[in-house]
């Protein structure tokens, strides 16, 4: 049931982002009387799945889903139409149109999907607020057990005060993308402020080590069950251990830590049962292990044992607005700059491209509405600058031409363009296979 949940946000998300995508050059296409002879949502090589004539446009369903186009007349495109592009030019053709109306069908499809991303980062401001936890009130720091964030020099229990000199306000999930670009990160340990510099190379360290969150907040060791045989009978599920040997345990890595200098030994314990704190005496085992079960408790839980305050901010339709376009101009930047990483060989971020497997690995297996607008939105800003590269084949291919003829008067000739697309498309091919060929790569190694 969790792989079908997690295809169909997948398929959900990957069809909207298409459609509307393909809509944006649709849009402007008609507007300008010029001929959209398809309208397809994956590609339909050889046969269609579902297809239906409207008018002049065959609108239909492909079978293979690694995109969607609109095919409009007299455009040099991924169809390679020659016959059309050897008759003469007709007045409802893409190649009749003057520039600037061609330059805008191609700035269609990047403009919805930069728009759609804004548009639902409003939505989602105005639907479900602001929910964090300040930063200052992260008094006993974060959990930092990742082992290239320990090499560089990242300990528990660091608190991080500003990343590349930007002030942390809050903790978000947000932070752990912020330290993968950062150049050097602030830190707080043991009330004393240090700077540890980020290397070129921190990426490719990160795909070489052992794979997690680069930092997480603490939680306290609670226990959710009984194993069958263990010797702790004493234990109850919810227990929430407080203290071991006579150390303080508020969180789970104290416990570990604890459990593992203390092997095969009985200890003294207090848990935290009904709100009252028990004393228990604990046998260890060899492994370091109590025989029990544990979970994570929810953020409403962490606030009301008092581990941390949870701050809720909430804003009108309006307040929501500068909010979204903040959070949607963030997400650019910070896209480009995961761009820029990658196009550096010394970073080695190209070894961490991913293809349709890394994109179907970032849906949950259950569902969620925010978390689903909140990748399709990312995904959206994605698209949208990933089709703006100056690559023949994509739209910032045809753009850049395009403002080529603008600028100089003087328009490519036919076969340039068609050698260009077959350039184009050959890079695009070799960069999908790249792509996805490290996604296969990872799941045979495991990183």
């Known amino acids: 049931m969790d792989i079908v949940i997690k295809l169909s946000q997948f398929l959900l998300s990957l069809s909207l982002l298409i459609i509307l995508h393909e809509l944006g050059h649709f849009i402007p296409a008609k507007l300008f009387k010029t001929r959209v002879e398809k309208f397809y949502l994956f590609f339909d090589v050889k046969y269609s799945l579902i297809k239906k004539k409207i008018g002049e446009t065959e609108y239909g369903i492909g079978w293979l889903p690694l995109g969607g186009y609109v095919k409009i007349s007299g455009m040099i495109d991924e169809s390679m139409d020659k016959e059309q ?52 009130d992260l008094k006993d720091g974060l959990l930092i057990e990742n082992p290239a964030m320990n090499k560089v020099g990242f ?87 407080l203290s071991l040997n006579g150390q303080s345990t508020k ?42 079960g544990i979970g994570s408790l929810g953020m409403e839980s962490l606030e009301k044992l008092g581990y941390y305050k949870i701050s809720k901010q909430e804003f009108s339709f309006m307040e929501s607005i500068p909010v979204g376009i903040t959070k949607g101009k963030d997400q650019l930047v910070g896209y480009g700059k995961q761009l820029k990483m990658i196009f550096s060989p010394s970073t080695g971020a190209y070894k961490q491209v991913g293809g349709f497997k890394a994109i179907f690995d970032i849906f949950p297996n259950t569902w969620s509405w925010e978390v689903f607008w909140n990748i399709t939105a990312l995904l959206s800003i994605m698209l949208g600058v990933m089709n703006l590269l100056p690559i023949p084949a994509l739209d910032g291919g045809h753009v850049m031409f395009l403002l080529y003829e603008i600028i100089s008067g003087k328009k490519p000739s036919d076969k340039f363009l068609e050698n260009a697309q077959m350039v184009g498309f050959v890079l695009l091919i070799t960069l999908l296979l790249f792509a996805n060929g490290n996604d296969i790569y990872k799941s045979i190694v495991g990183k």
């Not at 593992?260 to 492994?287: C, F, G, H, Y």
């Open 155 to 241: 300990q528990t229990g660091d608190r991080i005060i500003a990343i590349d000199g930007e002030k942390i306000i809050k903790y978000d999930n947000e932070m752990n993308i912020k330290i993968i670009m950062a150049k050097q990160v602030l830190i707080e340990r043991n009330g004393i402020e240090q700077t540890i510099k980020i290397p070129v190379d921190f990426v490719d360290q990160l795909s070489k080590l052992e794979k997690g969150t680069l930092v997480s907040i603490r939680k306290p060791f609670a226990i959710t069950s009984i194993s069958e045989g263990s010797l702790n009978t004493n234990l109850q599920p919810k227990d929430i251990i």
């Open 85 to 136: 592009m050897a008759l003469p030019p007709q007045p409802w053709e893409f190649r009749s149109k003057p520039a600037w109306q061609r330059l805008i069908i191609m700035l269609g499809g990047v403009t919805v999907n930069f728009i759609l991303a804004f548009i639902i980062y409003i939505g989602m401001a105005f639907a479900y607020g602001d929910t964090y936890i300040a930063n200052e």
């Open 251 to 292: 969180y789970y890595d104290q416990v570990t830590s604890v459990l593992e200098k203390n092997k095969n030994k009985t200890i003294s314990a207090v848990v935290l049962r009904d709100e009252k704190q028990v004393p228990l005496q604990l046998i260890v085992s060899k492994d370091a292990t109590l025989g029990i």
